[in-house]
Structures are given as C-alpha cells and as structure tokens.
C-alpha cells in the first residue's frame, strides 16, 4: 500500500509540474502583452480552493479537483461565459482588444511549452542512453 501512495503522489507531482509548464505557456505571454490575467490556477477550483492568494491583479491558487490548470484572462470568453463583461466597450488590457497575431501566440503559448519540454526531454533522454552506452563500452 506504501508503495502505491507513493506512486500516486509521484504522479501527480509530474503531472501538476507539467500543468503549470502549460499554463504558464499561455501567462507569460499573456503578461508580455499587458493583458490582465485574473486567475492561474493548478487545478480547478469549483466551488472553493485549497489555496488562494492575490498578488497585483492576478490571483494564484490551487483548487481540489486534479483535472488541469486555467489561466482566466480578462476579456477571453471562457467556460464562466462572463456576457456582463463582452456587453461593455473592450479595456486595452482585455484579450479581445489585443490584435489577432498577439491573440494567437497566447493561444498556442501551452502547446508551444508542451511540445518544447517534450523535445528537452527526448534529447536528455537519448543524450543520457548515448553516455551510459559509452560508459560501458569504456569499462569493458
């Protein structure tokens, strides 16, 4: 049973540090085109959180229901179909005010990181058999 538990929690670790890679993918571009990010969360946080805090305009958080991660960026129409905010004039800082080309890099921002930490990984992999091949062929 130990042995489980401790699978489980190695898990959920890599895929918790693979969801925040993604999700910073969309972030970081996000925060280079001053566009106002309102959450990043690991997790999803339907009805409360396991943890919160507001930092600037964004609030981090990490929510109880281990699906994923979201980034909510204002002026993005998302699973919470905010129609209050879409009736009002867009705010420069808001996605839908941002040109299409800097719409896209956010977009495609976690798919980029997934596909960029796929191959890292795939080239540190092969690297390191590469170097353990060698090892033994130079110990023999």
């Not at 999700?23 to 919160?52: C, M, N, Q, W």
């Not at 507001?54 to 699906?67: A, C, D, M, N, R």
């Not at 204002?74 to 996605?95: C, L, N, R, V, Y």
């Amino acid at each position: 049973m130990e042995t489980f538990l401790i699978k489980a929690a190695q898990l959920l670790l890599s895929l918790s540090i693979l969801v925040v890679l993604h999700e910073l993918g969309h972030f970081i571009p996000a925060k280079i085109f001053k566009t106002r990010v309102e959450k990043f969360y690991l997790f999803f946080d339907v009805k409360f959180s396991l943890f919160k805090k507001k930092i600037g305009e964004t609030v981090y958080g990490i929510g109880w229901l281990p699906l994923g991660g979201y980034v909510k960026i204002a002026g993005m129409i998302d699973e919470s179909m905010d129609t209050e905010q879409m009736k009002q004039p867009p705010q420069p800082w808001e996605f839908r005010s941002k040109p299409a080309w800097q719409r896209l890099i956010i977009m495609v921002g976690g798919v980029t990181v997934n596909i960029s930490d796929g191959l890292v990984r795939m080239m540190s992999t092969s690297s390191l058999t590469s170097m353990i091949a060698v090892l033994r062929c130079t110990a023999s």
